[in-house]
């Protein structure tokens, strides 16, 4: 089992920055794919990014692509989102997953609040 705490949103002036942080629980961390998720308001929960169990391979949804970047750091148990060029339509609060390489992401952090000011 894996307990996922997200830290590092807050409010930012658009084309500003944000390292997004997600602390992961469990000896098992480098076994999981990890992803982020946001969620607007009134809006349905979107994926953002993932990130392979080895780091190797990211994905990202195309609207994020060259301003957000996934990584991860299997030593210290902990995923980032480095998000640049932010614009107010990325204003959500955003969640850190996990899943089995073969299952679906269902363990979730609380999330993290990100505003974008225009």
């Known amino acids: 089992q894996v307990q996922l705490v997200e830290s590092g949103g807050g409010l930012v002036q658009a084309g500003g920055s944000l390292r997004l942080s997600c602390a992961a629980s469990g000896r098992t961390f480098s076994t999981y794919v990890m992803g982020w998720f946001r969620q607007a308001p009134g809006k349905e929960r979107e994926f953002v990014a993932t990130?392979?169990?080895?780091?190797?391979?990211?994905r990202y949804i195309d609207s994020v692509k060259g301003r957000f970047t996934i990584s991860r750091d299997n030593a210290k148990n902990m995923v980032y989102l480095q998000m640049n060029s932010l614009k107010p339509e990325d204003t959500a609060v955003y969640y850190c997953?996990?899943?089995?390489?073969?299952?679906?992401?269902?363990?979730w952090g609380q999330g993290t609040q990100v505003t974008v000011s225009s």
């Open positions: 990130i392979s169990n080895t780091g190797a391979v990211t």
């Open positions: 997953a996990a899943r089995r390489t073969d299952g679906i992401f269902d363990y």
